[in-house]
């Protein structure tokens, strides 16, 4: 850091940036000039330092730099020599700004795209469960249009989750049996959910 900056930055009285911040003080030249040596000297490697904090955004980068910067503007004691350099306290109180927005985007919930609140718009409350129920009905009816037989195979291989193999050791029929009454029960069960008006 350039002696001339340091001597300057030595000269500022603290209080000042408390009024800076609160309105009543207004932007001196001494002041301009901070922020124009702050932006020379350290703005262009503290942008690249953030970029790579960001994963490459550089309007998120843009952001954190000019950040830094006011809280710099703010903080003219960060600057006396006695605390070290300049901008391993920019490069810190950038790092800090970035993790606080990644924990703020955390603790945020998930945004939801367009289409997905259209969708919850369009619905009443229980739609869901409603649209469920009748369908459930309309299945059950469906199934006690089938014969025994058909209905039984269906039963233990869809409702059951048994495999055609324990379907046929349960009923007590051959392998071959199942699967051809597992066939004619789906075609039946098709045909029938088409008669209540429901596509399969």
């Not at 009024?19 to 932006?39: I, P, Q, W």
Request: charged share 30%; glycine share 6%.
């Amino acid at each position: 850091m350039p002696r001339s900056f340091r001597k300057r930055e030595q000269r500022v009285d603290p209080d000042r940036s408390a009024r800076r911040v609160s309105g009543r003080g207004t932007l001196s030249t001494a002041d301009e000039e901070l922020l124009r040596t702050l932006y020379a000297e350290h703005a262009g490697p503290l942008f690249h330092y953030v970029l790579r904090l960001t994963s490459g955004d550089r309007q998120w980068a843009e952001d954190v730099v000019q950040e830094t910067l006011l809280r710099a503007w703010q903080h003219p004691a960060a600057f006396e020599p006695a605390r070290g350099p300049a901008r391993a306290w920019l490069c810190t109180v950038a790092r800090h700004v970035v993790i606080d927005a990644h924990r703020a985007r955390r603790a945020r919930p998930a945004e939801v795209g367009g289409e997905a609140l259209e969708r919850a718009a369009e619905q009443t409350p229980g739609e869901d469960e409603i649209e469920q129920a009748l369908q459930s009905w309309a299945v059950a009816d469906a199934l006690r249009a089938l014969s025994p037989d058909h209905r039984a195979v269906l039963l233990e291989t869809y409702y059951r989750g048994r495999t055609m193999a324990e379907a046929a050791q349960v009923l007590g029929i051959p392998l071959g049996t199942v699967k051809s009454r597992t066939y004619y029960a789906l075609h039946a069960l098709r045909l029938a959910l088409q008669e209540r008006g429901m596509e399969p």
